[in-house]
């Protein structure tokens, strides 16, 4: 696993639109997404739409709400597909054209990262429960670990070529989600060279 690793937010910036939707109704689809846990129930269909308040899209940078994305500026996105294989797709904002900001769509790879039992005494020890699983589309979601709280990973197929992989787990509660995300050590680097205020690379084990 040495070629890959986890690309940490040091912050977060920009607003996905709408706030009603926290964002989700143009990336999947008012049916597209759970509303009682907040987790898509398909692959997205639409582009991100980010507020413009308080954002300069410049370097790359992971918005509010939705924490298992990326988003890159234009010179980033360029550099990006020369070199890795990503799907880019613009972010788009409210009543102007897209344009200056792109999205990398992350693809969940693998049919797991942590062996449960590993993942249940390590949830238990933090929080005194695992998690739990939504009443309404019956998606299992781990209650959240930080980086260095998480089992060691058993990912079963292994990721093979991929560049920027998302875990089949998912993790958070009530209507906060997110994924587990590894990069390849060489894009990540790229990444923190443009933004280094925005990210740090930590090593997975």
Known sequence: MREFVELEAKRNRGWPWPEKSFG????????GWCHSCGIPQGPQTGSLTLQRRNL???????PYW?????CVDDGLAETLRGR???DLRPVAWPATPAGDAWQIVIP????SWYAPEDLRRQT????RRTGARCPVCGTWKWLPLASELLPPLHITPPLGDVDIAASPEWFGDSLSYFRKILVRRQLAE???AASPKDFLIREVT
């Open 108 to 111: 969940t790879v693998g049919q």
């Open 84 to 86: 890795f294989s990503l």
């Open 24 to 31: 989700m109704d143009p990336m999947f689809g008012a049916g």
């Open 56 to 62: 300069t899209p410049v370097g790359a940078w992971v």
């Open 66 to 70: 939705i924490y298992d994305l990326i």
């Open 124 to 127: 238990l020890a933090r929080h």
């Open 190 to 192: 790229t990444i923190t």
